[in-house]
């Protein structure tokens, strides 16, 4: 369902009789380069998209918070003081687990859950989810900034952005990074966000689409990447093997100038892996310095070599994702490359707006010419990330 801010009141107003005292929202996000780097304390780049998740919140007087989504309209309540507890006996499931999450996450930096007020949080979101766009740290940041309001918490984004992923690691139970709640909190339209994810120093980086007139196009494979877990833990374990090889605790720590000696004392495999984690974080590095040199044209060589690390290296591709990469590049992408963990889920192509459409199309017409399943291909808009939204404020 996709409803705008005033139908969401709405809704709200009949599910609990008032109106909300305000809606909140925050984006999903893609990541334009930087794959597999968070991990190894290094560099990511993604961008807040304009798909958002919406939660309309209204104060009550009774220490209770109360969740409903308009995809599955029954409501979760619980005592905000009971939520340590509940969360302790693993009674905190399903996608209910996220706003709750977050609330009992404020708690452990420091909000006092047992005097603020009770909340009824009602959400509504166009992000789709497992897409790998991030709806839930969408679910997490609209809920953190809302409830860092309502309850006057004075938090910084970077804070609630420690809190969104807190809720994910210790309620939802997802080993996840902060990449994606540090998008949808810190995201900039037109702009991405540049992530030291050792440091954690985050600075938006002006991407200037509109100016050169170019699209993001999203092409997703339609591959479920759930199968991944296995191929995901035995890359973290490549790269931690790597980096005690070479004498240091994180591969952040590995630079380019090091290769020949990791050439030198690692396995074939294992070289790979080190050898994608420190271009691809040498790649970031380019990327965000030829956008503030230059501007995105230059930036679709960084994108390719990317994708051609990740198929031979980290080897995470699959066929359907270097397809599409590949007739993306034969129709007019300036560059290409598989986003997100691997083994599944979606390519990007930085594309003149132009030629959208016959990327589109050509994508379609080779994936059906393999036997492969339809891809589902749309375009997405670096945005705004969390904010308070007014009646006025238009349907992402
Ligand atoms: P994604 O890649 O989309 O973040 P996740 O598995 O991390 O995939 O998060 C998806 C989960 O987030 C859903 O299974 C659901 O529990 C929750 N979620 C996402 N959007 C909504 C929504 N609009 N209402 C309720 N829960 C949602
Ligand atoms: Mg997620």
Redesign the pocket.
């Known amino acids: 369902m996709s409803v705008t801010v005033q139908q969401l009141s709405e809704h709200f107003s009949s599910l609990t009789g008032r109106k909300p005292d305000g809606v909140w929202s925050a984006p999903g996000r893609v990541n334009l380069i930087g794959e597999h780097t968070d991990y190894n304390e290094g560099f990511v780049l993604p961008f807040a998209i304009d798909r958002r998740?919406r939660a309309a919140v209204g104060l009550r007087s009774d220490g209770i918070i109360r969740v409903t989504?308009?995809?599955?309209d029954t409501p979760v309540e619980i005592p905000l003081s009971d939520l340590d507890a509940a969360r302790a006996a693993g009674k905190i499931t399903?996608?209910s687990a996220?706003p709750l999450g977050v609330a009992w996450a404020l708690g452990q930096h420091g909000a006092d859950l047992t005097t603020v007020a009770g909340v009824d949080i009602i959400?509504?979101?166009t992000?789709p989810?497992?897409?790998?766009?991030?709806?839930?740290?969408a679910?997490e940041s609209s809920v953190a900034l809302a409830l860092n309001d309502l309850w006057s918490l004075g938090f910084s984004r970077e804070k609630l952005a420690k809190v969104g992923q807190m809720a994910e690691n210790d309620v939802v139970g997802?080993p996840t990074g902060i990449m994606d709640q540090s998008a949808s909190l810190l995201g900039a339209p037109d702009s991405a966000v540049f992530l030291d994810c050792r440091s954690l120093d985050a600075t938006v980086v002006p991407l200037r689409l509109t100016n050169a007139e170019l699209s993001i196009l999203v092409m997703d494979t339609r591959v479920s990447h759930s199968h991944a877990t296995g191929g995901y833990s035995e890359r973290r374990a490549s790269c931690e093997a790597g980096a005690s090889a070479m004498g240091t605790s994180s591969l952040r720590d590995v630079s380019v100038a090091d290769l020949d000696r990791a050439r030198e004392i690692l396995d074939d495999v294992t070289f790979r892996r080190v050898r994608h984690v420190v271009t691809e974080n040498q790649r970031v590095l380019d990327t965000v310095r030829a956008l503030n040199d230059q501007g995105p044209l230059a930036i679709g060589a960084l994108l390719d070599a990317s994708h051609v690390s990740m198929r031979d290296d980290f080897e995470i591709s699959i066929p359907e994702l270097d397809l599409a990469v590949e007739t993306a590049r034969e129709h007019g992408a300036i560059g290409a490359r598989m986003t997100g963990g691997g083994f599944g889920g979606a390519a990007i192509a930085l594309v003149p707006h132009a030629r959208v459409s016959e990327v589109e199309g050509a994508v379609k017409e080779a994936f059906a010419a393999r036997g492969f399943t339809e891809p589902v291909t749309f375009t997405v808009t670096p945005s705004q990330g969390a904010e308070r939204n007014t009646a006025a404020t238009p349907e992402a």
Do not use: R
């Open positions: 998740t989504s308009t995809f599955d399903g996608w996220y959400i509504d979101s992000v989810v497992g897409a790998g766009l991030s709806s839930s740290a679910i997802a």
